[in-house]
């Protein structure tokens, strides 16, 4: 167990609908990343935030949006759902920004059905 | 861009076999180098790392070393054993001292037959 929670597990909606995913990060850790899996794609990095600060921007689509709150926990809103956002979206954690040693530490992801 | 190259997979060894996993990188910065492993129904767990050139990384027998003339960062085990079998990635990460994205690989399945 990383420390890192994401609900829900699974997420199965239709298409052009809208929804958020949500992770908590291990204890004292500032920073949230959300990753994308999915098969043609691979891992796909979308977004950093910094203690409610965005680092750091990937291949993130416009219908996607994030933020990280007060207390920390990130949310990931995905709208205008397509087929091909069907995927295995996972968050991760780490104690600062960035540096060699800042080990990101993965949760169990949300596996999203777009139906 | 940054981008991580693994050798095409699956791949699938007896146990106690050797292992090499190919990954080769380009990046535009001085990158740090990762393994990272995906059991069956389970999250990324870091496997091991190195932060700068010659580095090796090591765990659960596993290693890989950082050459920076070859930009490679190869997987090896000297012998696996059928709790291996996993997704494994290579990913890295340049640091700018604003943010810490990884990048993947596509990853490859290694299955170990008893």
């Known amino acids: 167990d990383s420390g890192v929670t994401q609900t829900p597990k699974h997420l199965i909606t239709a298409t052009g609908q809208r929804v958020t995913l949500r992770c908590s990060p291990r204890?004292?850790?500032?920073?949230v990343y959300w990753y994308q899996q999915s098969l043609d794609q691979g891992l796909q990095f979308l977004i950093q935030y910094y203690n409610g600060e965005e680092r750091a921007k990937g291949n993130i689509l416009e219908r996607f949006s994030a933020q990280q709150f007060p207390d920390l926990h990130s949310e990931l809103n995905l709208s205008s759902l397509e087929l091909g956002d069907s995927a295995l979206y996972f968050c991760?954690?780490?104690?600062?920004?960035?540096?060699?040693?800042?080990?990101?530490?993965f949760g169990p992801g949300t596996r999203l059905t777009v139906l | 861009g940054d981008s991580v190259t693994q050798m095409e997979g699956p791949v699938t060894l007896s146990e106690e076999a050797f292992l090499t996993i190919n990954c080769t990188y380009t990046?535009?910065?001085?990158?740090?180098l990762f393994w990272y492993v995906q059991y069956p129904g389970e999250g990324l767990q870091l496997l091991l790392k190195?932060?700068?050139?010659?580095d090796k990384g090591s765990n659960k027998g596993f290693e890989a070393t950082y050459r920076k003339e070859t930009t490679s960062f190869h997987l090896e085990k000297g012998s696996v054993q059928v709790s291996d079998s996993a997704v494994y990635f290579c990913?890295?990460?340049?640091?700018?001292?604003?943010?810490?994205?990884?990048?993947f690989g596509k990853g490859i399945t290694l299955s170990v037959r008893p």
């Open positions: 190195a932060t700068k050139a010659d």
């Open positions: 990046a535009t910065g001085y990158p740090s």
């Open positions: 204890s004292g850790d500032l920073s």
């Open positions: 990913a890295l990460s340049v640091y700018t001292g604003a943010n810490s994205k990884l990048t």
């Open positions: 991760a954690s780490s104690v600062g920004p960035s540096g060699g040693d800042n080990e990101q530490f």
